[in-house]
């Protein structure tokens, strides 16, 4: 290839061969091509959505944390990123307060982590409930007793996490949600426990759809309220 670009040139007295002309031509449209894949090729953002937290029982930091974190995957495998707020009350970090002290926003959702229910009016599970569009909460006691009765105590951050993302589901698919198999499923018991520790309770494709467009849609609201 060296050779080609370096003696392509025609010498004195003698007659082109139109050689360089044609690897200009080409090296200009080759630069053209790369440059429009690369826009057209351009990663689109990630759906975003806020979870604002409020922790109103007596589950630990750490615990509630690394639910967040179980939670934060389940979502990323459905193709959603989350944005996570912890507005319970003895927060000092400076940033948290400031999140935590901005106006609520299309794309927001708010989860509540109570001790218990106070009156069984909701409909969705013993472990919690949704109010769409954007409050869920999440019962800390029930999960603590969830997790014993099945011999699974070490790991109640994942199963409060899997229950976290099961209840901001209904915020973005409504509240009769419910399916047979994921994450989605109205009934837990030892089978959707394990299924959790494995990593498998997690949103069906189709639910990873919905989820996706609904915060798209959410975002795009966001954006033409500030406008």
């Known amino acids: 290839m060296k050779a080609s670009i370096r003696y392509g040139f025609s010498r004195p007295g003698t007659r082109s061969t ?10 200009v449209w080759m630069f053209g091509y790369a440059c ?12 975003t959505l806020t979870i604002v937290v409020n922790n ?11 639910a967040e974190r179980e939670a934060d995957r389940i979502f990323g495998e459905a ?5 996570w707020s ?3 009350a003895g927060e000092s970090n400076a940033e948290t307060k400031r999140l935590c002290q901005k106006a609520f926003e299309a794309a927001d959702v708010m989860v509540r982590i109570l001790p218990g229910p106070v009156l ?7 472990f919690g409930f949704a109010v769409p569009p954007v409050l869920a909460s999440v019962y800390y006691e029930y999960m603590v007793r969830l997790a014993k009765s099945e011999g699974a105590e070490f790991e109640l951050p994942i199963i409060m ?14 509240s009769n949600g419910h399916s047979d198999t994921g994450i989605m499923q109205g009934r837990w018991r030892l089978k959707q ?18 989820l996706r467009e609904e915060v798209k849609r959410r975002t795009l609201a966001m954006h033409a309220a500030l406008q």
Request: glycine fraction near 8%; charged fraction near 15%.
């Open 120 to 126: 069984k009016i909701f409909g969705d599970t013993v």
């Open 79 to 83: 193709g959603v990123r989350a944005m």
């Open 18 to 27: 139109g050689c360089p002309q044609r690897f200009l031509i080409l090296s």
């Open 86 to 88: 912890n507005c319970s």
């Open 36 to 47: 429009s894949q690369t826009a057209f090729s351009a990663p689109i953002p990630t759906p």
């Open 161 to 174: 996490g899997c229950a976290i993302a099961h209840e901001i589901g209904h915020l973005l698919m409504g």
């Open 193 to 210: 426990i394990q299924e959790a520790m494995r990593g498998q309770l997690i949103f069906t494709v189709e639910q990873s759809k919905l």
């Open 56 to 66: 109103y029982s007596q589950a630990p930091t750490a615990v509630l944390e690394r």
